[in-house]
């Protein structure tokens, strides 16, 4: 079965440089969900989109933002990145019929350096 | 506000003897729970869940769950463990569109 893609897996960027992530959800999936997972950390929740719409929102910088394209693709844009960005990224995806359970990415590894 | 307490940080036990992983939440209302499982650089997959039926759940790989609504509980069990459950595991609670992951739980298998 299809499951949720995130490119791209590994990124390594410098101090002040902007980064992309994108996330694809599994088919027919209208909700994605971005978490945040520093080094020993538990995920923390950024932000979820419903039917491209900012649906909820944790604690994502203001140097970050997000979208739901008409795909229900997502991409999260960072800025001005920081040594403390350096993260494991997940996107999660769900939909109506599986409204309580997230299927997880393999997430994207951002290493700022 | 909804919360997710894991206590123990890490849990060691022998191949072969039972796990036990503790979960606690808080939620204002009808929760939904979750378990999910994360080895090493690797994505989190879910193990079992809670949505309101049956208060013991089972899930993958012998594991499984009660949920103790007077004790706000969600633990996680296993009758026998296996070296390839050492992970990193999670209790998440949702209620709502909010998703609150515990701090996890570090489980090890001792040969």
């Known amino acids: 079965a299809a499951g949720v893609i995130q490119s791209p897996r590994h990124l390594i960027k410098e101090k002040r440089e902007t980064a992309t992530l994108k996330c694809y959800p599994i088919?027919?999936?209208?909700?994605v969900y971005w978490y945040q997972q520093g080094p020993g950390q538990d995920p923390q929740f950024l932000i979820s989109?419903?039917?491209?719409?900012?649906?909820d929102k944790g604690s994502i910088p203001d140097r970050f933002s997000a979208q739901q394209f008409s795909d229900y693709h997502s991409e999260l844009n960072m800025s001005s990145l920081e040594l403390g960005d350096s993260a494991l990224y997940f996107c999660?995806?769900?939909?109506?019929?599986?409204?309580?359970?997230?299927?997880f990415g393999p997430g994207t590894r951002l290493t700022v350096l | 506000a909804q919360s997710v307490t894991q206590l123990d940080s890490h849990v060691s036990v022998s191949e072969g003897t039972p796990v036990l992983l503790r979960c606690n939440y808080s939620?204002?209302?009808?929760?939904?729970l979750f378990w999910y499982v994360q080895h090493p650089n690797k994505g989190l997959q879910l193990l079992l869940k809670?949505?309101?039926?049956?208060?013991l759940v089972k899930g993958i790989n012998g594991f499984e769950a009660e949920f103790k609504k007077s004790e706000t509980s969600f633990h996680l069990t296993k009758p026998s463990a296996h070296m390839s459950d050492a992970a990193e595991y999670f209790c998440?609670?949702?209620?709502?569109?909010?998703?609150?992951f515990g701090p996890g739980t570090r489980l090890s298998v001792l040969p």
């Open positions: 989109f419903y039917e491209k719409m900012q649906s």
């Open positions: 088919p027919r999936h209208d909700t």
């Open positions: 939620s204002s209302y009808s929760p939904s």
């Open positions: 999660a995806s769900s939909s109506k019929t599986s409204y309580n359970e997230q299927f």
């Open positions: 809670y949505t309101s039926a049956a208060t």
């Open positions: 998440v609670v949702r209620t709502g569109q909010n998703f609150v």
